[in-house]
């Protein structure tokens, strides 16, 4: 089978067994909804202003996409490895890159599907305001900019056990979403710090959709920025992932 | 008759632990090989090195011509998870199916369910197996891409003798069908059931490769004990594979012929007392070849 096909065919049994325990699903699924009812929803000078309502709407969807990407890459991924059935798939007639992005096509698609409640509690309680074109414009934004964080989030599952994983997830995820403009507003950052920011993938992810929803201009640092980390961390992820010999003890 | 896979020098160290140790092997089509070892002895490390799941730290492994490591390679080679690991949500059939989709010409699900008996539990998920039914899955997984050459690692450890007979059936099955194996244990029953040749494998090391009567020959020690002053030269006799000196004046030698020895400890005189004869365990056999082995290297 082609790479394409193996790649299908993974990804469609990571959510067949998935599926099998759909509870699991709600803590990626609800999460982002609850957050934005929470953190957005009542305070009411950004909810009732359009334009910072919107973006406050862009900067939950990103992060949200992030910590998904991040949580269940790195940890699912560490967990398997410690699993025998993970080694034994490596020993059947598959290419890494049809594991990689078996994973991305499905626990990504999961991510972005999480989006979806987001986009309708925004637009619902919220100024928040953007035509259908946008929205799906904004979704399409949303997956491109979200590769990178799935890429590291698979390079911390192949690098490392299932414990040290979950501490280096969180503090990756903490430090993109400040430096990046997902918690404060990027206007409020000092010089040095706004320079610093336009060189991380968190924050080219929210200009990214924000340009996508919103119009206006998109600096080619944006677009330069998302597509180098793309390849970076796509080639970094499979390196990691063919090192990989599984548990390692000493 | 072809070579399948081959091991040059191959090493394989873990930290200090030195798991493969300089091991030459030449895997050919047509035989059920059975590698023979205590725990530890380096049988998983170097199926996962055939497997391409380890690289080696030194020397070549080549499979069907190729690196295990490249996926292309593995087309045609069968091999089952460790552990009865197996995806608890995911059906029966669903596991088959998905693993069958990745070879070029897989049997029919059907078709490994009945070789396997596995048809009355098709639709269950797989968590909810019996340990015998979980291995007779796993290792019916191997043969779903009707491989050239099907690795299986202890697969019928912690099963009953019933669920054990009915699954070396299925795979002298799967051999007559033209199916190469390579079987680990650390059973000799098993291994006499199942294998023609036979490697025996001690510290990382091959001890012994050979055809099962001759192994079989080598590992059916007798244990003779008994008090003497002159051990060395009960040594020297033939026949005696080696000797051990216990705390309460004893010695032990390990002989294939116990009957022969006592023959001959009586025509060349030696004085002995507190004579006892009895197998020796399997594990005695092969801790006898292995530091045997060792004499042979330092010498």
Not at chain 2, 29 to 39: D, F, K, M, Q
Not at chain 2, 40 to 47: P, R
Not at chain 2, 63 to 89: I, M, N, V
């Amino acid at each position: 089978m082609s790479t394409a096909g193996l790649t299908l065919l993974h990804a469609k049994y990571n959510l067949l067994e998935t599926s099998r325990v759909p509870v699991a699903l709600i803590g990626s699924l609800v999460f982002p909804s609850l957050a934005l009812l929470f953190f957005v929803v009542p305070q009411r000078t950004v909810a009732d202003n359009a334009l910072f309502a919107t973006q406050a709407v862009i900067s939950l969807s990103v992060f949200a996409v992030m910590s998904n990407s991040l949580f269940s890459f790195g940890l699912t991924i560490s967990e398997n490895r410690e699993k025998p059935w993970d080694p034994y798939l490596r020993t059947l007639p598959a290419p890494g890159t049809a594991r990689v992005l078996a994973q991305v096509l499905s626990t990504g698609t999961m991510g972005v599907a999480a989006i979806i409640p987001v986009a309708v509690i925004g637009g619902l309680f919220t100024a928040a305001e953007a035509s259908p074109f946008r929205i799906v414009a904004g979704f399409v934004a949303l997956a491109v900019s979200s590769l990178p964080f799935m890429f590291i989030g698979i390079g911390i599952g192949y690098a490392l056990s299932s414990k040290a994983a979950i501490a280096v997830v969180q503090i990756v995820m903490f430090a993109l979403a400040f430096t990046g403009g997902l918690f404060l507003p990027p206007m409020l950052f000092a010089d040095w710090l706004d320079t610093l920011s336009r060189f991380l993938p968190s924050r080219e992810a929210r200009e990214l959709v924000i340009w996508a929803v919103q119009g206006g201009t998109l600096e080619p640092w944006t677009w330069i920025g998302i597509l180098a980390w793309i390849a970076a961390t796509f080639a970094l992820a499979l390196v990691l992932f063919r090192r990989d010999e599984g548990r390692r003890y000493r | 008759m072809t070579t399948l896979a081959r091991l040059q020098n191959v090493s394989r160290r873990f930290g200090d632990v030195l798991a493969v140790d300089d091991v030459s092997l030449d895997i050919d089509s047509g035989t059920i090989l059975g590698l023979l070892g205590p725990n530890g002895a380096g049988k998983t490390t170097l199926i996962s090195l055939l497997e391409g799941l380890r690289r080696p730290s030194s020397g070549t492994v080549e499979l069907f011509g190729g690196s295990p490591r490249d996926h292309r390679t593995r087309q045609a080679l069968g091999s089952t998870p460790q552990e009865t690991a197996l995806p608890a949500t995911l059906r029966v059939g669903e596991v088959i199916d998905f693993v069958g989709r990745h070879f070029d010409a897989p049997m029919t699900t059907d078709a490994v369910a009945g070789e396997f008996g596995l048809g009355d539990v098709l639709k269950r998920q797989t968590g909810s197996l019996s340990g015998g039914q979980k291995r007779r899955l796993s290792v019916a997984l191997a043969f779903v891409g009707r491989p050239k050459l099907v690795l299986l690692d202890e697969p019928t450890t912690g099963l009953d003798v019933d669920a054990r007979r009915t699954l070396w059936d299925a795979l002298r099955c799967q051999h007559e069908n033209g199916a190469t194996v390579v079987v680990t244990s650390h059973y000799l029953e098993e291994i006499e059931a199942l294998a023609q040749r036979v490697v025996v494998m001690g510290h990382g090391r091959v001890i012994a490769d050979d055809t099962l009567p001759a192994v079989l020959d080598r590992v059916a020690l007798r244990q003779v004990r008994l008090s003497t002053p002159e051990p060395g030269r009960i040594a020297a006799l033939p026949g005696v594979a080696s000797q051990e000196a216990s705390d309460d004046g004893t010695t032990t030698f390990y002989v294939q012929d116990s009957d022969a020895l006592i023959v001959d400890l009586v025509r060349a005189g030696i004085r002995f007392a507190g004579l006892t004869v009895r197998g020796a365990t399997l594990e005695e056999a092969f801790l006898t070849l292995t530091a045997h082995d060792e004499l042979e290297v330092v010498r």
